[in-house]
Every structure is written in structure tokens, then in C-alpha cells.
């Protein structure tokens, strides 16, 4: 079976790029980025269809937008620093979805 997989936010939840940039620059306020004039062949939207997920797994998104950008972001400055390892790293990431999950289930 060649069934794709994605995990995405829902349809209609989607952002630009200049949305997940202005939500990078809250979380890192001294945060800089170069806009190039090059001409790109991008889709104005880039998005990932993740209903057979929800409707052969169940599985919903527990994280919205702002939380994950900001932890994202979170990951790589504490890495980056070397203040926590990768592995540090993912298992309190683990540990926060679960804590989701729990929630959600609860």
C-alpha cells in the first residue's frame, strides 16, 4: 500500500510564509531574514493534505500554529547553544505531546 502519510494542520489552518516570518520575529524579536528578488516558482501556498490521517488514524493536530513555530524555534536556539542535547531535545518533546495527549484525552 503506497498510502501517503502527511501530519499537517487542518484544511483552512494553513499560513503564508510571511505569516510563519512574523511569528519567528514575536518569538526572536532581533531575528533578520533577506527577501531576494530573484524570481521563484513557488506555489503561493504550500500545504499537506493530511485527511487520510485523520480518517483512517483519528489523528488531530494538538499543537496549533504559534506553539509550534515557537518551539520549533525553541529546539534549534537551545541546540544550537549547546545548552540541551538532540536527544534532550526530543525526548522533551515527546514528553510535551504526550502531556497534549493526556490533556486531550482527559
Known sequence: ??????FGPQ??????????????REVIPNLE????????????LLSLDSSNA????????????NESIERSLRWYQHY????QTAS???SDDINFYLGKLDDECS
Open 88 to 90: 534532550d531535545l526530543i
Open 11 to 24: 484544511s483552512g489552518q494553513h499560513r503564508t510564509v510571511e505569516d510563519m516570518l512574523k511569528r519567528c
Open 54 to 65: 485523520r480518517a483512517k488514524l483519528g489523528w488531530a493536530s494538538l499543537i496549533d500554529f
Open 33 to 44: 531574514w533577506e527577501i531576494s528578488d530573484a524570481v521563484h516558482h513557488e506555489a503561493g
Open 80 to 83: 544550537l547553544n549547546g545548552s
Open 1 to 6: 500500500d503506497l498510502t501517503s502519510w502527511n
